[in-house]
């Protein structure tokens, strides 16, 4: 019993012991580790270590650097947990503005045909100072883009140059781009160089190393990548249904070890052959024979039974796998074709996904799914599968087609950085034409640019602005011009810009108007029409000159055909361009024919948004060159709007003597020799054409007539009478029959459309089932009801349109209603809708009429269309 009482003592003795020692050297050990700092954090220093307390004894990162030899982890360093406010000097912007320096070239110093493009780019922007004081970002002139070891392109010792330079700063306020990034095996994120607290432009970025709100994810781009412009899209307008040849495809390499090679190994699984098609090859590189495996000459043979281009325009879906890096050439192959891509590549930063809403236009797949795939595509529905595909060439056509506005996309991302509140909003960056053509310094609110009106529902202003330029003294035709305008019910203030040499007459000289009139004094340069006034407060701007010659009614009437093309130049003067095969190069002319392509801004109507996109988004050097050249700022106003809209223009007639008293070129012979004339414009259009890339002007034959306007209908008549015979005329018409090849009248009622009876659409009721109500517009004269025997109504009326089909007859003779279908917003009108009418939505329609004799009708219009065999001979 002692003896067990002994033990237990003993032990337990023992326990205490062991557990003693162990905290004792716990404690030990805890003071040896925190003895000398961890690498990678700081001294604690005091809090109140700051550069006011301390200016003038040391520097606190002197205080705090003890000299640790130890190098910080690269997951963990400063420039890993950088954003704009930590490791951007915001201040160099606040100073000069957005500015962008490029760093000198040296001579001698390699740079490869990609890089050369982003450089020009750059020196090309608007925001390119040749100073770098006033520069709030730098750019290198030394070749970042290819960082593979193993590359003939890889330029060394690129650390040593960048220490060397003043100005680099530890890369603060600087911007690197690349496009490779790593080497065989791993192909990582590393660039052979330390780019301290610089911005990475980077192509396929990992969303691990993506530094969000600082870094900027680019798309992967080849060398034969387009300076300027690029291609349009494939997608056609015919394209419809959306469902093409194949519904998925994929033809590219097959990597048989290393890194990639996993995802693009397993793509065979899901070829059928038939509407999934999946062709690998691995034929490539030096040693593939070394490791093919059993499939790889099945592959190569199959491989070849396919052509890429039309493999690729021919599928509703592209696979895009993952190569060595995450990204590939094959994304914007796919956004130009059309190809909705299909993304595998796990842990990709989506290029500008920090403004692009990448789900409108792409699949985002997973690697470990990929036999899931076909049945995921499959599921979406052919709408769905339309709005991708028309995402994918909005988005192609506004940030991916060249070079430049890779560049420019990039430049403004920045930029919207630096100014939150006055930064785009996401809507503005995913919806036509895109966040490089809404400027924030105009607005940030969707609905005050006029090409998002019928997206957003709403409407421009009621009221316009007259902006009249003056270079010569004031005279008697400018002021009947001043008084004509003032007239107009919808003319808010009449704002002249006195760009005479002599100074402007006193008050007493001026007409006595029942609107504010006002003078401003210009700088006596053709471009200072165009600038953004702030004394214009109306959405609608009239430009006119010295020589214009309008009637109030010619003015009201081309306000309110502008007020339902807010987004368009609506003018009365028109000119058009064209290819001369001969010299090939743009050619222009005054002609009157029937195609137009330019309206002269000498009387139009335009949104007085132009004013700060002329302003503020074509860089200096564009608008000088517009300022040397005759009449050279009409034509770039009118290729700017082309550009933005890809619309023309949209001409309204003039009286007969107006017509008769503008002066115009009358030459004979062919295009190509009335246009010597017009050197000076020729020259022009092909200089602006280089800049952009291609020629934004776009053609049209569309005329818009007021209903009293006199024409010599019956010569015109007698002059084609042999069109008129081929028609069949329903009974009762005679000379206003409505039929392909003679003379169509339309009304033209620009309203406001809901859905529900169509009601005050003729005086009186009309039965048009499933139509759209018109609201504050005079009612045209007739009555008609559908059913009644008569005239045919057009083919484009059907059980789908919400019409009915059948027969109509107004009161006063045969009348067929039409109305075109158009586009709401961006889609096609479903059989729900009625063709032409859209919700909430500002939109014309066209009411196309069989009368026997012309009548007045309200505030109607009448187009006057001539054969196309006959083109040329009609005055515009």
């Given at each position: 019993m002692q003896a067990r009482k002994k033990y237990?003592?003993?032990?337990?003795?023992?326990?205490?012991?062991?557990?003693?020692?162990?905290?004792?050297?716990?404690?030990?050990?805890?003071?040896?580790?925190?003895?000398?700092?961890?690498?990678?954090?700081?001294r604690s220093w005091p809090r109140w270590a700051d550069r006011s307390l301390l200016g003038s004894f040391a520097d606190p990162e002197e205080l705090q650097d003890r000299g640790d030899p130890s190098p910080p982890s690269p997951r963990l360093n400063a420039s890993s947990r950088c954003r704009m406010e930590s490791c951007f000097d915001l201040g160099r912007?606040?100073?000069?503005?957005?500015?962008v320096f490029t760093y000198p070239r040296q001579r001698g110093e390699p740079v490869s045909e990609s890089y050369g493009k982003i450089l020009a780019s750059l020196e090309r922007s608007r925001y390119h100072t040749p100073r770098p004081e006033e520069a709030c970002l730098f750019v290198l002139a030394i070749d970042t883009l290819d960082r593979d070891r193993l590359s003939a392109r890889y330029v060394p010792g690129v650390g040593p140059k960048l220490g060397a330079s003043p100005l680099w700063n530890g890369g603060r306020n600087h911007l690197v781009f690349n496009?490779?990034?790593?080497?065989?095996?791993?192909?990582?994120?590393?660039?052979?160089?330390?780019?301290g607290q610089a911005m990475l432009a980077k192509a396929s970025f990992d969303a691990e190393s993506f530094r969000p709100g600082f870094d900027v994810s680019i798309p992967l781009f080849p060398r034969d990548h387009p300076q300027r412009g690029g291609q349009e899209g494939r997608l056609r307008h015919s394209a419809v249904p959306p469902r093409k040849k194949y519904l998925l495809a994929f033809k590219g390499?097959?990597?048989?070890?290393?890194?990639?090679?996993?995802?693009?190994?397993?793509?065979?699984?899901?070829?059928?052959?038939?509407?999934?098609?999946?062709?690998?090859?691995?034929?490539?590189?030096?040693?593939?024979?070394?490791?093919?495996?059993?499939?790889?000459?099945?592959?190569?043979?199959?491989?070849?039974?396919?052509?890429?281009?039309?493999?690729?325009?021919?599928?509703?879906?592209?696979?895009v796998p993952r190569g060595r890096r995450l990204g590939s050439f094959r994304f914007l192959e796919a956004l130009q074709a059309a190809c909705i891509p299909v993304l595998l590549s796990d842990g990709w930063e989506l290029p500008f996904s920090e403004v692009i809403d990448w789900s409108k236009a792409a699949v985002v797949g997973s690697e470990r799914l990929l036999l899931q795939i076909p049945s995921a595509v499959r599921c979406i529905h052919p709408e769905r599968v339309l709005a991708l595909q028309q995402q994918t060439q909005f988005l192609w056509d506004a940030y991916f087609s060249s070079v430049d506005k890779i560049v420019h996309t990039t430049l403004e991302i920045i930029k919207d950085r630096l100014l939150p509140h006055r930064s785009r909003p996401r809507f503005l960056w995913n919806a036509p034409p895109g966040g490089l053509l809404a400027l924030p310094d105009f607005s940030t609110h969707v609905g005050d640019f006029p090409f998002y009106y019928l997206q957003h529902g709403s409407s421009p202003s009621d009221k316009f602005t007259a902006f009249i330029r003056l270079v010569s003294?004031?005279?008697?035709?400018?002021?009947?011009?001043?008084?004509?305008v003032s007239r107009s019910q919808y003319c808010a203030q009449i704002l002249v810009l006195w760009s005479c040499e002599k100074p402007p007459p006193p008050l007493e000289k001026w007409p006595q108007i029942a609107v504010p009139l006002s003078i401003i004094e210009g700088?006596?340069?053709?471009?200072?029409?165009?600038?953004?006034?702030?004394?214009?407060?109306?959405?609608?701007?009239?430009?006119?000159?010295?020589?214009?010659?309008?009637?109030?009614?010619?003015?009201?009437?081309?306000?309110?055909?502008?007020?339902?093309?807010?987004?368009?130049?609506?003018?009365?003067?028109?000119?058009?361009?064209?290819?001369?095969?001969?010299q090939q190069r743009w050619g222009y002319t005054s002609r009157w024919t029937n195609e137009l392509s330019i309206v002269l801004t000498a009387a139009a109507f335009y949104h007085r948004y132009y004013h700060s996109l002329f302003t503020g988004y074509l860089p200096a050097g564009l608008r000088e060159l517009a300022g040397g050249l005759a009449a050279c700022e009409d034509i770039l106003m009118n290729v700017l709007v082309a550009a933005v809209t890809k619309l023309p223009p949209i001409k309204v007639a003039q009286r007969k003597q107006h017509k008769e008293a503008v002066p115009q070129q009358q030459v004979k012979g062919t295009a190509a020799s009335s246009s010597r004339g017009f050197s000076q414009q020729q020259d022009c259009l092909n200089q602006l054409a280089e800049w952009f890339g291609y020629m934004p002007l776009v053609s049209s034959q569309l005329r818009l007539d007021p209903v009293l306007f006199k024409d010599q209908v019956s010569i015109l008549r007698k002059k084609y009478r042999h069109l008129e015979r081929e028609q069949r005329i329903?009974?009762?018409?005679?000379?206003?029959?409505?039929?392909?090849?003679?003379?169509?009248?339309?009304?033209?009622?620009?309203?406001?459309?809901?859905?529900?009876?169509?009601?005050?659409?003729?005086?009186?009721?009309?039965?048009?089932?499933?139509?759209?109500?018109?609201?504050?517009?005079?009612?045209?004269?007739?009555?008609?009801?559908?059913?009644?025997p008569g005239a045919t109504v057009p083919s484009t009326l059907g059980p789908s349109s919400g019409f009915g089909g059948g027969r109509c007859v107004p009161r006063h003779g045969p009348q067929a209603v039409a109305v075109p279908r158009r586009l709401c917003s961006g889609l096609p009108y479903t059989s729900s809708v009625p063709a032409g009418c859209c919700r909430g939505a500002r939109v014309p329609v066209i009411v196309s009429c069989t009368v026997p004799t012309p009548r007045a009708a309200g505030r109607g219009q009448r187009v006057l269309e001539l054969p196309k065999s006959k083109q040329g001979s009609d005055k515009r």
């Open positions: 237990l003592l003993v032990a337990f003795l023992a326990s205490w012991l062991l557990l003693f020692l162990l905290l004792l050297g716990d404690r030990l050990r805890r003071s040896a580790v925190f003895s000398r700092p961890r690498a990678g954090s700081s912007c606040r100073r000069h503005g957005f500015k496009l490779y990034s790593g080497t065989w095996p791993d192909y990582g994120e590393e660039l052979g160089f330390d780019v390499k097959r990597y048989l070890t290393g890194i990639g090679s996993g995802t693009r190994n397993a793509l065979h699984h899901i070829h059928n052959g038939k509407d999934i098609v999946s062709l690998t090859t691995c034929k490539h590189g030096k040693d593939w024979e070394k490791h093919k495996d059993a499939r790889c000459d099945q592959d190569n043979v199959d491989y070849e039974k396919f052509d890429y281009q039309e493999l690729l325009h021919n599928s509703t879906f592209c696979i003294p004031l005279s008697q035709p400018v002021l009947r011009l001043i008084q004509a700088r006596r340069e053709p471009s200072d029409r165009f600038f953004p006034y702030a004394a214009i407060r109306t959405d609608a701007v009239l430009s006119l000159d010295e020589h214009s010659s309008l009637s109030t009614s010619e003015v009201d009437f081309a306000f309110v055909v502008w007020r339902s093309f807010p987004e368009r130049i609506v003018g009365f003067l028109a000119s058009s361009h064209f290819w001369d095969a001969e329903p009974p009762g018409a005679s000379a206003g029959v409505a039929a392909h090849g003679v003379f169509t009248w339309y009304w033209v009622l620009p309203v406001r459309y809901r859905a529900g009876q169509a009601r005050g659409w003729m005086q009186g009721e009309q039965s048009l089932a499933g139509g759209c109500r018109m609201q504050d517009e005079p009612a045209v004269p007739g009555h008609g009801t559908a059913g009644d």
